[in-house]
């Protein structure tokens, strides 16, 4: 069975910076198609943060862009995600999502991370 597992979040003061990542495991022989962060604060919708194909082409939301990265590393079947200059605003849960095959399902699903709580203090 294949699992997202995330690293990275913590408490930060804004301006700081926090590098996300999320790497999928379970299964030897697996593809992965796009990898995605998605936030979500209490209260609020899941929102799309930035997405990335598998040949690396990015989009990100307009409230991220120029301060958020995202990467992936296919060897690893991991994906990134640099914040920086962060705001109290950024302050939610994080989650990844990939689209992954597996020899065992046969098909292609989407697959979410735990999510990982980031803090940013003003």
């Known amino acids: 069975q294949v699992q997202l597992v995330e690293s990275g979040g913590g408490l930060v003061q804004a301006g700081g910076s926090l590098r996300l990542s999320c790497a999928a495991s379970?299964?030897?022989?697996?593809?992965?198609?796009?990898m995605d962060w998605f936030r979500q604060a209490p209260g609020k919708q899941r929102e799309l943060v930035a997405s990335i194909t598998r040949d690396g082409s990015a989009n990100y939301a307009d409230s991220v862009k120029g301060r958020f990265t995202i990467s992936r590393d296919n060897a690893k079947n991991t994906v990134y995600l640099q914040m920086n200059s962060l705001k109290p605003e950024d302050t939610c849960v994080y989650y990844c999502?990939?689209?992954?095959?597996?020899?065992?399902?046969?098909?292609?699903?989407?697959?979410w991370g735990q999510g990982t709580q980031v803090t940013v203090s003003s």
């Open positions: 999502k990939a689209d992954i095959w597996t020899p065992y399902t046969q098909a292609w699903r989407d697959y």
């Open positions: 379970g299964s030897a022989f697996i593809s992965i198609n796009a």
